[in-house]
């Protein structure tokens, strides 16, 4: 399969080589591998960047993902010895209910966007990241395309069902992975408003500084939104204000003992979320959703970790590279790299959540500059160049397209060694100017040690092929 050209733009650095090599996925019923090539289509300056973090009060949920759709990979071992060739989906007919009163084509657009971004194959590796983020913002712009024409900013529950279904049934005729209400922690119920007490757009706009709101929101900047939020805190002064518990605090009342109103601030951001799709176009709308998503996922690690009592066993006297500490720990890494994708902020993220129960567990050595860990290897990897990609923390997207498969842009953050952290405890990280906090650039190519990768990671995690750029970490 033909490979296109990539071109990467970053402040006059020139094209970086592309390194080509096949990897196969088996992580859902239809086992099939995919073709897909990473490109950089361009390239960000470091300015201010997110908490790493979340704050004390939550503007959004956290994007979560349903452990019973993450991938359980098979031994390697135990596969067949040849791939599996890509089977990219051919559209059909969806089977729709009939009883949601939308036209569809005017957000038909969207909805493959999201369709590409939740491609049935890869849907849970790049959930937490690509999928989840599109596909909640779809159907917060659904929720206000709906209510449009009338005076209400949610839905009914029995049409909610209604179009709800018909979604999920238009996404998977596009190549959608079906279960990504599960995947995704969302249902019908997101689009009805729940318990927030203010539902319909005239009560609304009395209740809110709309104007504000607008202003805040009709542009997010997608650097400067994640350590200075303009956007979230306009969403949230709304949502307080439509819940009445705004009311509340400022009247002094006292609501220790009250009702908790976790679920009905959730509920109400629902409600102001639909009020900016009626306001902001189509594009603006998503824009400025998918990067109040970007801020949160890239404050907290995805990736679940396992007990490591083998690399505990291993590691915990070492001073030196050790061949048994580094020959575990890679053992151990391998379940890490079966997960999912995972972005360069996260994955500084993870490797001190990582690093903290190692050192809990008396491994006081930095075992990651021993044994050659770089951040890129908390991510999901490729079996031939024994590459990890990391997707860059802004927005990310899929792309379809029928010459050359699926696409990502990956960045390998130029194999920047994992952050060992200072003490057992996990502390805050700081990606916000001036208090940022990275890790540095390697000085020089480091080397091999005994038992680090080796013919071990032979097998990494079958996933997929792609094209990769060596790029910048942000």
């Known amino acids: 399969m033909g490979c296109s050209k990539a071109v990467i733009h970053h402040k006059g650095s020139l094209c970086c080589q592309l390194l080509l090599f096949f990897i196969w996925l088996s992580s859902f019923q239809d086992v099939m591998a995919v073709q897909t090539v990473f490109d950089r289509s361009h390239a960000s300056s470091v300015a201010e960047l997110g908490l790493a973090n979340p704050p004390t009060t939550e503007f959004f949920?956290?994007?979560?993902?349903?452990?019973?759709?993450?991938?359980?990979?098979?031994?390697?071992?135990?596969?067949?010895?040849?791939?599996?060739?890509?089977?990219?989906?051919?559209?059909?007919?969806?089977?729709?209910?009939?009883?949601?009163?939308?036209?569809?084509?005017?957000?038909?657009?969207?909805?493959?966007?999201?369709?590409?971004?939740?491609?049935?194959?890869?849907?849970?590796?790049?959930?937490?990241?690509?999928?989840?983020?599109?596909?909640?913002?779809?159907?917060?712009?659904?929720?206000?395309?709906?209510?449009?024409?009338?005076?209400?900013?949610?839905?009914?529950?029995?049409?909610?069902?209604?179009?709800?279904?018909?979604?999920?049934?238009?996404?998977?005729?596009?190549?959608?992975?079906?279960?990504?209400?599960?995947?995704?922690?969302?249902?019908?119920?997101?689009?009805?408003?729940?318990?927030?007490?203010?539902?319909?757009?005239?009560?609304?706009?009395?209740?809110?500084?709309?104007?504000?709101?607008?202003?805040?929101?009709?542009?997010?900047?997608?650097?400067?939104?994640?350590?200075?939020?303009?956007?979230?805190?306009?969403?949230?002064?709304?949502?307080?204000?439509?819940?009445?518990?705004?009311?509340?605090?400022?009247?002094?009342?006292?609501?220790?003992?009250?009702?908790?109103?976790?679920?009905?601030?959730?509920?109400?951001?629902?409600?102001?979320?639909?009020?900016?799709?009626?306001?902001?176009?189509?594009?603006?709308?998503?824009?400025?959703?998918?990067?109040?998503?970007?801020?949160?996922?890239?404050?907290?690690?995805?990736?679940?970790?396992?007990?490591?009592?083998?690399?505990?066993?291993?590691?915990?006297?070492?001073?030196?590279?050790?061949?048994?500490?580094?020959?575990?720990?890679?053992?151990?890494m391998l379940g890490i790299q079966k997960q999912m994708l995972i972005t360069n902020r996260q994955a500084i993220i993870c490797a001190s959540v990582f690093g903290s129960m190692l050192r809990k567990g008396g491994v006081l050595e930095n075992v990651y500059e021993l044994c050659d860990i770089d951040l890129k290897d908390f991510s999901v990897q490729a079996e031939y160049m024994q590459q990890g990609c990391l997707l860059r923390n802004l927005p990310a997207d899929g792309i379809f397209d029928n010459s050359t498969g699926f696409s990502f842009t990956c960045d390998l953050s130029d194999n920047i060694a994992a952050p060992w952290p200072s003490s057992s405890s996990v502390s805050s990280l700081s990606f916000c100017a001036p208090e940022m906090s990275l890790p540095a650039l390697p000085t020089s190519e480091t080397f091999k040690n005994p038992g680090s990768r080796g013919g071990e990671l032979e097998f990494m995690v079958p996933v997929f092929s792609f094209l990769v750029l060596g790029t910048l970490l942000y």
């Open 61 to 332: 949920d956290p994007i979560e993902i349903s452990p019973a759709v993450i991938p359980n990979y098979p031994n390697p071992a135990d596969e067949p010895s040849q791939p599996l060739y890509p089977n990219f989906p051919t559209r059909y007919e969806p089977v729709l209910t009939g009883k949601c009163p939308v036209n569809f084509s005017t957000i038909s657009s969207l909805m493959d966007k999201t369709a590409t971004d939740c491609f049935q194959p890869l849907a849970a590796i790049v959930g937490n990241v690509i999928c989840c983020p599109q596909f909640s913002s779809l159907i917060r712009i659904f929720q206000g395309l709906y209510s449009f024409n009338s005076d209400k900013l949610v839905l009914q529950n029995s049409v909610a069902n209604d179009c709800f279904k018909d979604i999920i049934s238009i996404l998977a005729s596009r190549g959608a992975n079906s279960s990504i209400p599960t995947l995704c922690s969302i249902n019908s119920s997101n689009l009805t408003g729940g318990s927030c007490p203010v539902k319909d757009i005239n009560t609304f706009e009395k209740t809110v500084n709309t104007s504000t709101l607008l202003e805040a929101c009709t542009t997010v900047d997608p650097l400067k939104e994640c350590c200075r939020p303009i956007c979230q805190h306009a969403i949230m002064d709304a949502a307080l204000r439509i819940s009445g518990k705004q009311l509340m605090m400022n009247e002094n009342k006292n609501l220790a003992g009250g009702l908790n109103y976790t679920d009905t601030l959730s509920d109400c951001k629902d409600v102001v979320f639909s009020y900016l799709s009626r306001k902001l176009s189509l594009d603006a709308a998503n824009t400025a959703f998918r990067i109040l998503s970007a801020c949160k996922v890239n404050k907290v690690c995805p990736l679940e970790f396992k007990q490591p009592s083998e690399v505990l066993k291993a590691c915990r006297n070492v001073a030196a590279p050790s061949p048994s500490c580094c020959s575990s720990l890679n053992t151990y």
